[in-house]
């Protein structure tokens, strides 16, 4: 096939790309953007594979047998709730996947790069790299592979600035001297190594804003890949991508009222701490509950709301909470969910579980579209969510999360609490809203706690 | 690579950069996770550098065993992100 057909399918490919993303705008034509994506992979590969530079068949064939078994499999076992780490594994096989193919080609043609090529080629080692294995540590962090509070130790931004610095001149060796073999795997050892180190000082609850940088990371890489093998489907895609990643970023960025350089460099706990020992503890008293109480408030409900977070994620409660959801809509209750932008590990990590629990998605509404509401509201049922709804925000200015946007759960008649202990939230940030005169709190395991409250209002 | 391709490609890039940035801003948030996954999955495109490093040297050498990494890896990105985004989508109904 001829170099100029084979640009034509390329150009398809991203056309096709392009409008898969466009039938994401609503439910309804999503998956058959997605169908329309995946004709577009198909034709590149098909393209590739008609090339006339490709001689060998069998590694190729072997390599796409043995990655479709296991990213097949990977893809059929995972849990939604495990979503999160699913997108976070995924991402570092493609930015691995970029520095491989950077560095095979610096082997290949090790004399005649200009230096546009080279540039372009060393970044596409060193975001690819650092892609892969910061992804890798998210994924270890989601997983709970390894603690995800963050880990800090002394001197940590010199020894990391001291590798970004190593990385900077082994690049300017490689530049010289494209054949320098030891100067280009220096590069890419050290990148690796600034992939963990730039993700472990950064807790559980930043990791929506770390898998999002991480998709833009594998993004930039390809692009990078592409203007190095001069091929514009990788630099069209890549850029793509790069822009989804920055896009969902800067949205969980405004969602927490942090910036990204806040959220990259200042180990949140450690902020915490000092900042909420100044801050004033809340006043009242915890008042608990019994679940014959709750089924009573609900049962003379007429509207509810119900603000699901991580908790209910780890509970594994969307199933529980939309048969709880189901019932009352049934008695005539009006049931809403609030979402907001952070709940949860991922950009709408909380839609896809409900989705799952078989939620209708005209039911889930956006903070900003449901936020004034909850002043007429009877009940709030918060179900493992802690600082999207902590009133502290708005309130204390001494508090950590000052300024963020949360819901104004507050303003419903009665809340109604689902905790699994009496334990701050991730951020170790007291809630105020536990010590409201209209909050009741209900101990214990989300998943059976909902399931003892439907049992109580069927009685 | 000449001065001409390297600006037709960086043409290409902003504008790829521009049009996704329109696109993407109307991808509602209950299909965030999926958006994610899926330009997951096109970010595999990768897998056509690897095909071409493993597919182009005669003989078997240390390139053939780095793109065939690369293939698997980039193999993996594309089938897995798109089958997730595809069970994803599936449940999401009215």
């Not at chain 1, 057909?5 to 790309?17: D, E, S, V």
């Not at chain 1, 608990?288 to 007429?302: P, R």
């Not at chain 1, 699994?420 to 105020?432: M, P």
Request: charged share 10%.
């Amino acid at each position: 096939m001829s170099q100029h057909i084979i640009n034509l399918i390329y150009l398809l490919a991203a056309t096709l790309f392009m409008i898969g993303i466009k039938y994401l705008s609503s439910p309804d034509t999503a998956k058959k953007g997605n169908f329309l994506s995946m004709i577009g992979m198909g034709a590149a590969i098909g393209a590739t594979l008609a090339a006339p530079e490709i001689n060998g068949f069998t590694l190729i064939i072997g390599g796409i047998i043995i990655g479709t078994v296991i990213g097949a499999y990977i893809a059929i076992k995972v849990k939604m709730t495990a979503m999160p780490q699913m997108v976070g594994l995924l991402n570092g096989c493609g930015g691995a996947a970029s520095a491989l193919v950077g560095l095979a080609e610096f082997q290949s043609n090790s004399t005649g790069f200009t230096p546009f090529t080279l540039i372009t080629l060393l970044l596409s080692l060193i975001i690819g790299g650092l892609t892969f294995t910061g992804s890798l540590m998210a994924y270890a962090k989601l997983q709970g592979l390894i603690p995800s509070r963050p880990v800090t130790y002394r001197g940590q931004q010199a020894i990391n600035g001291i590798i970004v610095l190593a990385t900077a001149a082994l690049s300017w060796l490689v530049f010289r001297d494209s054949t320098n073999i030891l100067a280009i795997s220096g590069v890419l050892v050290f990148s690796l190594g600034l992939g963990v180190l730039a993700v472990i000082p950064i807790g559980g609850a930043d990791m929506p804003v770390i898998i999002c940088l991480l998709n833009a990371y594998s993004g930039l890489a390809v692009s990078m890949t592409g203007f190095a093998l001069s091929n514009n489907a990788l630099i069209i895609t890549g850029s793509l991508v790069g822009a989804s990643g920055i896009f969902l970023t800067k949205i969980m960025c405004d969602a927490m009222n942090r910036s990204l350089a806040n959220v990259l460099f200042s180990a949140f706990g450690k902020v915490d701490e000092s900042a909420a020992a100044s801050g004033e503890p809340p006043t009242g008293t915890m008042k608990g509950v019994e679940i014959e109480d709750v089924a009573t408030i609900l049962a003379n409900a007429g509207t509810l709301i119900i603000v699901p977070g991580y908790g209910m994620a780890a509970a594994q409660a969307q199933h529980a909470t939309r048969e709880l959801a189901d019932y009352l809509g049934e008695q005539g209750v009006e049931v809403r969910y609030a979402i907001h932008p952070v709940a949860g590990r991922m950009p709408g990590h909380m839609n896809v579980l409900l989705a799952e629990a078989d939620v209708s998605y005209d039911q889930l509404f956006a903070m900003e579209d449901i936020n004034d509401d909850f002043a007429a509201t009877d009940v709030v049922l918060v179900i493992g969510a802690n600082d999207v709804v902590n009133p502290a925000a708005k309130t204390n200015p001494g508090s950590p999360i000052y300024g963020m946007p949360v819901l104004d759960v507050e303003k419903a008649r009665t809340v109604i609490v689902l905790k699994r202990s009496l334990n701050v939230g991730f951020a170790g940030i007291e809630n105020e809203l536990f010590y409201m005169d209209n909050t009741r709190m209900l101990f214990g395991d989300a998943r059976a706690s909902l399931q003892k409250l439907l049992a109580a209002l069927k009685k | 690579m000449d001065t001409g391709t390297i600006i037709i490609g960086l043409t290409i890039f902003v504008l790829a950069c521009f049009a996704g940035a329109e696109l993407i801003a109307k991808v509602p948030p209950t299909l965030h996770t999926p958006l994610m996954s899926g330009s997951n999955a096109i970010s595999g495109i990768a897998i056509l550098g690897a095909l071409l490093a493993t597919g182009h040297p005669e003989s078997f050498n240390s390139i053939s065993v780095i793109g065939f990494l690369a293939v698997i890896l980039a193999t993996i990105n594309v089938v897995g992100g798109y089958l997730v985004t595809h069970r994803m989508l599936q449940m999401f109904k009215k």
